[in-house]
């Protein structure tokens, strides 16, 4: 399968956690990338190679993985994490990226 | 620090081609250690991947795209650039390129801007 799957919305309150989800069955081979995505930007890479954290991006973002589902909990959600997240992996052939549908982050 | 920029028209009309040139500042394109590819986003959707090349000149496309898409490379020129043939709406969008990384599980770690693409007559 080359779909991957998440909500399209998730709310938090302000300091509390989120759990970002996504699913598909290239996920049982592949780990997942989630990107970040402000309105009118490019979008950031956030976390890579299931809970890898490029430079510059809080440790308040981790990334987790079972099975067929991949994770993105932000502890302790500010104010700017408002924003789309979007998990991306490799398909079940490997030879080709695909990206999740997207989810709007909303912080309360 | 590495810079991409994507350069081209942002209109053009429906069954053409549109071409798209990403430029590449601040080191080579050609390392083996890097994918590049280009990523579109219609107005008020989600990300799509359309295709990335390796600095070898090894291409992957996206399957429902892949009868139209041609992606390559001007080493020479410190450039890849994407074509897209038989344009329709549907192609509208924010065509973005990007460097994926071979040691960061093949993420796309360094984007370009994005340049907005208006498939109209």
């Known amino acids: ?108 | 620090q590495l810079q991409l920029q994507e350069s081209g028209p942002g209109l053009v009309k429906p069954s053409e081609t549109l071409s798209l040139t990403c430029s590449v500042s601040g080191g080579s394109i050609s390392s083996s250690s890097y994918y590049w590819g280009w990523i579109r986003q219609p107005p008020g959707k989600g990300l799509e991947w359309i295709g990335s090349m390796y600095y070898s000149g090894r291409t992957y496309y996206n399957p429902s795209l892949k009868s139209r898409v041609t992606i390559s490379v001007d080493t020479s020129k410190n450039q890849f650039s994407l074509k897209l043939s038989s344009l329709t709406a549907a192609d509208t969008a924010v065509y973005y390129c990007a460097r994926a990384s071979y040691g960061k599980n093949d993420a796309f770690d360094i984007w370009g801007r994005g340049t907005m693409v208006t498939v109209s007559s």
């Open chain 1, 1 to 108: 399968s080359s779909e991957l799957t998440q909500d399209p919305a998730v709310s938090v309150a302000l300091g509390q956690t989120v759990r970002i989800t996504c699913q598909g069955d290239s996920l049982r081979t592949y780990y997942a990338n989630w990107y970040q995505q402000r309105p009118g930007q490019a979008p950031i890479l956030v976390i890579y190679a299931k809970n890898s954290r490029p430079s510059g991006i809080p440790d308040r973002f981790s990334g987790s993985s079972s099975g067929n589902t991949a994770s993105l909990t932000i502890t302790g959600a500010q104010a700017e994490d408002e924003a789309d997240f979007y998990c991306s992996s490799r398909d079940s052939s490997g030879s080709h990226w695909v990206f999740g549908g997207g989810t709007k982050l909303t912080v309360l």
